[in-house]
C-alpha cells in the first residue's frame, strides 16, 4: 500500500513539475534591457505640494521612433521639444496623477516605449 501511495506521489509531482513553464515569465523589458525613456524629477509615490513639476527625460529612440509625446492622466498628448531635456508641468490639480512620456514614430504611432510615473499633488494648506 505505501508503494502504490509513494509511486502515485512521485506521479503527481512529476505532473506538477511537466506543468510548469521551463522558464520565468517575462515582466518588462526594462529589467532585460535598459529602459529606453526615463523619467527624472519625479517619482513613483511622490507627494508634491503644489501643481507645477519640472521633469528630466531622455528617450533614446527606437529606429522608427523620433518623438516624445508627454500625457498626463491619458489626457491630451503634448509633444515635448525633443528627445532629451527638461519640461515644465503645469496646472496639475489636487489629487493621484500618472504622468507618461510616450515614443512615437514621425506619423504619431506609438512604437510602445514608455515610461510613467505615479505621483499625487496635496496642496500645503490641504494638510
Known amino acids: 500500500m505505501k508503494f502504490i501511495q509513494l509511486s ?6 512529476v505532473v506538477i513539475i511537466a506543468c510548469e513553464p521551463a522558464t520565468e515569465p517575462e515582466s518588462s523589458t526594462s ?13 513613483n509615490g511622490q507627494l508634491l505640494e503644489q501643481g507645477n513639476v519640472t521633469i ?8 522608427a521612433g523620433n518623438v516624445a509625446m508627454l500625457y498626463v492622466d491619458n489626457g491630451d498628448p503634448q509633444p515635448l521639444p525633443g528627445l532629451t531635456g527638461k519640461y515644465e508641468v503645469t496646472g496639475i490639480e489636487p489629487g493621484i496623477h500618472t504622468l507618461k512620456i510616450k515614443e512615437m514614430s514621425a ?8 515610461d510613467e ?11
Open 8 to 13: 502515485l506521489f512521485l506521479l503527481f509531482s
Open 31 to 43: 529589467s532585460i534591457t535598459p529602459s529606453r525613456i526615463t523619467i527624472t524629477g519625479l517619482y
Open 56 to 63: 528630466e527625460y531622455v528617450l533614446v529612440p527606437e529606429t
Open 107 to 114: 506619423d504619431f504611432v506609438a512604437t510602445g516605449y514608455f
Open 117 to 127: 510615473v505615479n505621483f499625487i499633488v496635496q496642496y500645503k494648506d490641504d494638510f
